[in-house]
């Protein structure tokens, strides 16, 4: 198959349209069989629920080429079970997990000459997401939803290597103690828009949100949790009802210990001990660990002995094992991979 002319090392994470996307309508109790469609837009009544009430939930994932040429997915069992759990908490129905795959399946191969090459360090990157599609002014959940996946070919994360970031701790919090800040939802996104600003044009990279009842835990940014690791080389991250379920982050939580032999604990994370760790870093789909160099707590700064020029021993490791699995250079856990074909 003939790949587009694209410069995939040039790509930055903006939209491109790709050639096909996959949609189904629920209507009358029921999900509709699915299509891929060429039609990018979306023609919706002007009182649809989704503007009114936000009422949408989404994932992310990727597909990519391993080193032996096959395009693969990254553990997708895992997306269309958090979306399921999104949509319940959101009073949406859920779409099926062997419909999700069978979409991703679909998308992708309709998109195959937007995957990018192995070794270029591009991605095809997948978006579904659903929406409350009937007109809605009392307050109430639709009873119409459209399920959709586009994919867009995203670069590189890291160009020219990994740097180190500096995050703040912000004033702002990102999720209730039984709000929902555990699914995936535009909703808590919107919310986060104006602090993201707020912080880039403060010079700082991130947010680190804090637990909004107590203000001293430790919860995550705006889209990626943490792993900290000990100055004994335990591997942390935080623990919350609040926290988005990375699927990154509990997959390299099973590699710390799985295949480096190390302790990993998920428990609560205090702001007052931060101070004390060896080494920081933020863990998504996009980036997989991003490295932590600075932690600035209202002008007291944290400097991460690991410091601002590379990621810290154990976080290296945990990436080039993670990426490893992912491109095929080393054996996954049974399910991991997941093969389009
Ligand atoms: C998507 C997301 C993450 C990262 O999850 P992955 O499954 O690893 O991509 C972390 N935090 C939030 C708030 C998110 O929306």
């Known amino acids: 198959m003939e790949k587009k002319d694209i410069d995939w090392s040039k790509l930055g994470f903006a939209y491109q349209q790709t050639d096909m996307r996959y949609v189904s309508n629920y209507k009358d109790g029921a999900w509709d069989e699915g299509v891929l469609t060429a039609d990018a837009n979306i023609t919706l009544n002007e009182c649809a629920c989704i503007f009114q009430y936000c009422q949408e939930c989404f994932e992310g994932l990727k597909a990519y080429t391993t080193e032996d040429g096959r395009i693969v997915t990254f553990r997708p069992d895992l997306n269309a079970e958090r979306m399921m759990d999104s949509?319940?908490?959101?009073?949406?129905?859920?779409?099926?997990k062997e419909r999700f795959?069978?979409?991703?399946?679909?998308?992708?191969?309709?998109?195959?000459?937007?995957?990018?090459p192995f070794g270029s360090g591009a991605t095809l990157y997948i978006r579904p997401y659903m929406?409350?599609?009937?007109?809605?002014?009392?307050?109430?959940?639709?009873?119409?939803?459209?399920?959709?996946?586009?994919?867009?070919?995203?670069?590189?994360?890291f160009k020219g290597g990994a740097k180190p970031i500096t995050i703040r701790v912000s004033d702002f919090d990102r999720a209730a103690p039984h709000g929902t800040g555990h699914i995936k939802a535009g909703l808590n996104y919107a919310m986060s828009l104006h602090a993201i600003v707020d912080a880039h044009q403060q010079g700082y990279d991130e947010n680190m949100y804090l637990d909004a009842a107590t203000r001293t835990k430790v919860e995550e940014t705006g889209g990626a949790n943490f792993i900290f690791v000990t100055k004994d080389n335990k591997v942390v991250t935080p623990k919350s009802r609040s926290i988005l379920p990375s699927i990154t982050r509990r997959s390299l939580m099973y590699v710390a210990k799985e295949y480096l032999g190390?302790?990993?604990?998920?428990?609560?994370?205090?702001?007052e001990e931060v101070k004390d760790f060896a080494e920081c870093g933020l863990c998504g789909t996009a980036a997989v660990i991003s490295p932590v160099g600075k932690i600035v707590d209202h002008g007291k700064e944290i400097l991460l002995p690991s410091g601002m020029d590379d990621m810290g021993p154990v976080i290296k490791k945990l990436y080039d094992t993670l990426t490893g699995i992912q491109m095929g250079r080393i054996e996954p856990p049974k399910g991991w991979i997941h093969v389009i074909e």
């Open 87 to 96: 949509a319940a908490r959101l009073e949406m129905p859920q779409f099926p």
């Open 101 to 116: 795959i069978d979409a991703v399946n679909q998308v992708v191969k309709a998109n195959a000459a937007y995957v990018p």
């Open 131 to 157: 929406m409350g599609t009937n007109p809605v002014i009392g307050v109430k959940p639709a009873d119409e939803f459209q399920f959709r996946m586009f994919t867009t070919p995203v670069g590189p994360y």
């Open 262 to 271: 190390l302790e990993a604990e998920e428990r609560e994370v205090t702001l």
